[in-house]
């Protein structure tokens, strides 16, 4: 198993930056994906980045691209995603979440492992 743990949501104003974390403990490895993914009010989670645990792969949502930005750092076990050029339309709980393969996909039903989730506030 693979305890994930979300940090970094706040409140900001439309333009400005966040960095979320997600720390990772259990085994963790380049045969893992880790993803994230948002959910706002009244709306389904949806896909916003993901990356191979090497790194070496990564995807966005076309509405983040260009502002957001999916990294690793193998020695913490930490995967972080760095928001600028933030939106009220970002606005949403964002949660981390892992999969036992190599495989970078944008479905939440395909991952296994998932945080409790941390909220992200743009006023406008």
């Known amino acids: 198993q693979v305890q994930l743990v979300e940090s970094g949501g706040g409140l900001v104003q439309t333009g400005g930056s966040l960095r979320l974390s997600c720390a990772a403990s259990g085994r963790t490895s380049s045969n893992y994906a880790m993803g994230w993914f948002r959910q706002a009010p009244g709306k389904e989670r949806e896909f916003v980045a993901a990356?191979?645990?090497?790194?070496?792969?990564?995807r966005y949502a076309d509405s983040v691209k260009g502002r957001f930005s999916i990294s690793v750092d193998n020695a913490k076990n930490t995967v972080y995603l760095q928001m600028s050029s933030l939106k009220p339309e970002d606005t949403a709980v964002y949660y981390c979440?892992?999969?036992?393969?190599?495989?970078?996909?944008?479905?939440?039903?395909?991952?296994?492992?998932w945080g409790q989730g941390t909220q992200v506030t743009v006023s406008s």
């Open positions: 979440a892992g999969r036992s393969s190599v495989v970078v996909t944008t479905t939440p039903r395909d991952y296994d492992y």
């Open positions: 990356i191979r645990w090497s790194g070496f792969s990564t």
